[in-house]
């Protein structure tokens, strides 16, 4: 029997050639970037809109809006800062309504949240990101210190006593998770 033997394109084709990955701790391979033809191990390999290719070609970076400075940061503390006191103030001179202070604690802190998220993303010229988040929280969180002392100050109310509304500590809550969200 005459077995036919593989031409040299087929063998190419069946069995390709193998190379190391240019990093050394990455397995062999046989992928290729697509631009600049260098092998790259499936760990390496960045698929984007032209094939595949390898780090440096793929040109990853973040997006602009994730590239937040040092005044990107004091403008939004400025903003929560400004917020966060006559609004925390205003809330401290709010009666309780027993149950539905919660309900409307609630409500108030998605409005509030949005407020800040709206209020940051303008003032920091649409930056997002983790320190951007930290900044609308450490703002809801001077709110709620904000409230509590007022209401300790004005009403002469013993720290106790506080306790019994609820409604500034949920609205403070709900906002920093509202605020959080919207500045993902």
């Known amino acids: ?83 966060a006191l006559p609004i925390g103030f205003g809330a401290a001179l709010i009666p309780s309504f027993g149950f539905f202070s919660l309900f409307i604690g609630f409500i108030a802190g998605r409005g509030l949240g949005s407020l800040f998220a709206q209020a940051i993303t303008r003032a920091s010229g649409g930056k997002r990101g983790v320190g951007i988040q930290s900044i609308a929280v450490a703002g809801a969180v001077v709110l709620v210190l904000v409230l509590l002392l007022t209401r300790v100050a004005l009403l002469d109310l013993p720290f106790g006593l506080i306790r019994f509304n609820l409604m500034g500590p949920v609205a403070a809550v709900v906002a920093a998770s509202v605020a959080w969200q919207r500045l993902r």
């Open 1 to 83: 029997m005459n077995e036919r033997e593989p031409a040299a394109d087929e063998a190419a084709v069946i069995e390709p050639s193998v190379f190391s990955c240019n990093s050394s701790w990455h397995p062999d391979s046989a992928l290729a970037c697509g631009r600049c033809g260098a092998i790259i191990c499936p760990d390496c390999l960045i698929h984007a809109p032209g094939g595949t290719r390898c780090k440096p070609c793929a040109n990853l970076r973040r997006p602009p809006m994730y590239e937040v400075g040092v005044t990107h940061y004091l403008r939004a503390a400025g903003i929560m800062l400004v917020l």
